[in-house]
């Protein structure tokens, strides 16, 4: 039986929703063990590492895997999940150019220390940060941050796009997710996206009529860089905010990098 499988986690799937799918693919996986390696958020595409059978017991040698992703950065905006599944905020706009966000861009690279999103599967005390946020117990604890290393950090694109389309895009993808409805699960009350659909329709009547900026980024990290947290640290550096529009994971393995800005990938998944 193979080790392991390499799935394209699609926008709105949770990773637990991406492995059972890809077991009813397969009768031969029935009652087998199945362990990703490395999750992605809700909100977020791409691959996912799948671990099979015997293999699950070896999860740990997959926890450091270095990932590249390609992701997109609404500048001016913000929420409480880093995303645009979260309670959507804003600061009156100003207008970045290419070399700006280049700049930071470039001192984005080496070792970084960024908080974990407030809305993650973080433990701190035995609690998911998540569930503490939701209780409204923050001021309890102390939030955590990680220690990453972004070996590249590339701007690939600077648009304006109008708000009426941001708005709707946004609000297409939240409503890819599947509708919770346990009750195991009811202090999430469906990831809040009532709430989060009037945020955002308040965020466009604030906005209609006018563009705001999106950058598109290419990002080589180490284990554990949230690209919602280096969003909100790029806006945080351009000294305006910041959320992740899109991500999209592209490359997991092992990178190596070199001198001059180069580098290369020593085993791919």
């Keep these: 039986m193979q080790k392991y499988v390499v799935l394209e986690k699609v926008i709105g799937e949770t990773p637990l929703q991406a492995v059972e799918k890809f077991r009813a693919t397969r009768p031969d996986l029935v009652g087998v063990s ?76 080496g070792p970084l220390e960024l908080p974990y999103p407030k809305f993650s599967s973080r433990t701190v005390k035995g609690k998911p940060l998540h569930i503490w946020t939701l209780e ?45 409805e346990e009750e195991s699960k009811a202090l999430g009350r469906d990831f809040r996206r009532g709430e989060v659909r009037i945020a955002w329709q308040v965020w466009l009547e604030h906005h209609r009529g006018t563009v705001v900026q999106i950058a598109t980024f290419d990002c080589i990290a180490s284990s554990g860089t949230y690209m919602r947290s280096l969003a909100g640290e790029i ?13 999209h994971r592209t ?15 020593t085993k791919r998944f």
Excluded at 44 to 73: M, P, T, W
Excluded at 251 to 265: D, E, I, S, T
């Design 34 to 109: 199945l362990a990703y390696a490395g999750r992605l958020d809700p909100m977020a595409s791409g691959k996912l590492l799948v671990l099979i059978g015997e293999e699950c017991k070896n999860q740990e040698n997959y926890h450091s895997l270095d990932k590249k992703y390609r992701f997109e950065v609404l500048l001016g905006s913000s929420s409480d999940t880093g995303d645009i599944l979260g309670l959507v905020n804003w600061q009156e706009a100003t207008s970045f150019n290419q070399s700006q966000i280049e700049k930071v861009s470039k001192l984005l690279e």
């Design 136 to 180: 409204n117990r923050l001021e309890e604890i102390e939030i955590p941050t990680a220690k990453t290393n972004v070996y590249k950090l590339k701007l690939i694109e600077l648009r304006n796009v109008p708000a009426e389309k941001v708005y709707e895009d946004a609000l297409s993808r939240v409503e890819l997710i599947p509708k919770v």
């Design 235 to 247: 806006g945080r550096r351009l000294s305006t905010t910041a959320l992740a529009y899109s991500i």
């Design 251 to 265: 490359v997991m393995g092992k990178y190596r990098k070199l001198p001059l800005g180069l580098g290369f990938w």
